[in-house]
């Protein structure tokens, strides 16, 4: 194993003095690059506007499952990577600015793909630059939560977490609302889509700017440059080291695999009912206020009783906002199970995303962030194809009750299994 460089009390102190002096600069930065980034990337990770888009391109539900597969193998390729490129680094923040651009460049070429290119060639670009966003997404998952655990106090993350996902929600509820109904159902600029995907571009584009104010201190402990492959033979380790990490990963990968009916809920919503630009851009709409705005709740019960409960919770909301769906009979009741479904995703995410930084050591924190991305996203590449497969083969049904099946499974193992770390570290501290 890589050694650490061994730090004493007062270099501790001098880092925690240094995150606090710019707390509020850093606050404000973090909250405008949610704001405008996550507004931007919600609009391609919405289980909405691309599985559409693919579907219309394509009329196939196998393809539709194969694009978001292609782009959850390109995010399970890129964490650990992502983890040994940075762990080494007194500031990462400069690697994060290459990472970020790199990643906005493929939401600009799936929009140019759209209005330059023949269908048949459309449809090939779009599966690359989501594999290539993909890549590059989780690069940016490992190095930017490094940012945040490093110049934002473990007290305040929820609290910050929530406010920004509320706020960009309402952001991009308008913008998909809008985008629906006067981009989507208008046809803009000769494709709808790619004009959505367009506003996407500029949006986040907007969010990696407002990090050029972040003032990031070096950091007091970090490990000596290693290969790859070296860090992944320290990973059996880390796992066996600390049983409730391990117990955390295992709960993430079946909430992962939960999301094998993703791609699906609209096109069964299209199946089901009528279902046009407009309507498209109000579930959108609804489907993000709800994974965005709930969020707020979500950090408040955070900051006060730990983020196991947030886990908990919001995979209970998943499962029936998954069971609605298949007893909605009209637009109305099917906005309430894309609500469910927001909430429930939306929580969910931000509990694993947040959650991972409480364990273990600060100098193992890329790892741990870096074997947690690569893993559930594995799971990613799996479950939509596997999705696609059942709904050609079988029907949409089946493939929600297994979604549903999974999220139970990964809430059983975290009520028996995990406790909170935050009550594990005060015992530990007595």
């Known amino acids: 194993m890589a050694a650490v460089e061994e730090l004493d009390t007062p270099a501790e102190a001098e880092f925690d003095e240094q995150v606090r002096s ?35 391109l394509s009329g196939s539900e196998l393809v539709v499952g194969l694009a978001r597969a292609v782009q959850a193998l390109g995010q399970c390729l890129s964490p650990l990577f992502s983890a040994t490129l940075i ?14 651009t790199l990643l906005r460049l493929q939401v600009l070429g799936i929009a140019l793909a759209g209005f330059f290119l023949p269908v ?11 594999g290539l966003f993909g890549f590059f997404m989780g690069m940016q998952g490992v190095i930017f939560n490094v940012l945040l655990a490093k110049v ?53 584009e907007a969010g990696l700017l407002m990090l050029l104010f972040i003032r ?18 320290d990973l059996p380790g880390l796992l066996r080291g600390d049983a409730n990490f391990a117990v955390f ?11 094998i009916a993703m791609p699906y809920y609209v096109l069964y919503a299209q199946a089901t009912l009528e279902i046009g630009g407009h309507e498209l851009g109000l579930l959108t709409a609804a489907f993000l206020l709800a994974a965005t705005t709930l969020n707020l709740g979500w950090g408040l019960i955070a900051d006060r009783t730990g983020f196991r409960a947030v886990f908990l919770a919001s995979l209970v909301v998943w499962i029936a906002g998954t069971l609605m769906l298949l007893g909605a009979s009209s637009f109305a009741a099917l906005v309430a199970v894309f609500v469910a479904l927001g909430a429930g995703s939306g929580g969910f995410m ?18 741990r962030i870096g074997a947690l991305n690569a893993s559930t996203e594995a799971m990613g590449v799996v479950a939509p194809l596997a999705g696609g497969a059942l709904a050609t083969w079988l029907d949409f049904p089946a493939v929600f009750f297994c979604a549903v099946a999974f999220k139970l499974a990964a809430a059983v193992l975290v009520l028996l299994r995990m406790r909170e770390p935050r009550t594990l570290a005060r015992e530990r501290s007595r």
């Open 22 to 56: 710019h707390l509020r600069r850093n606050y404000l930065a973090h909250l405008g690059h949610g704001i405008f980034g996550q507004t931007g990337f919600r609009l391609i990770n919405a289980p909405t506007f691309v599985p559409a888009y693919v579907y219309a």
């Open 87 to 100: 762990e080494h680094r007194r500031k990462v923040l400069p690697v994060g600015m290459r990472t970020g």
């Open 120 to 130: 048949e060639w459309n449809l090939a670009m779009v599966c690359v630059f989501l």
């Open 152 to 204: 934002i106090p473990i007290e305040l993350r929820g609290r910050l977490s929530g406010l920004r996902n509320a706020l960009a929600g309402v952001t991009a509820a308008g913008v998909a609302y809008l985008g629906g109904g006067w981009l989507v159902e208008t046809n803009a600029l000769g494709n709808g889509y790619a004009a959505t995907f367009l506003v996407a571009f500029v949006l986040t």
């Open 216 to 233: 990031e201190p070096d950091a007091p402990a970090v490990r000596e440059r290693t290969r790859m492959a070296a860090r992944l033979a």
């Open 249 to 259: 990963l295992a709960a993430c990968l079946l909430g992962a695999l939960g999301r």
């Open 350 to 367: 931000m509990g694993q995303q947040i959650l991972v930084l409480e364990f273990g050591a600060r100098e193992d924190l890329p790892l």
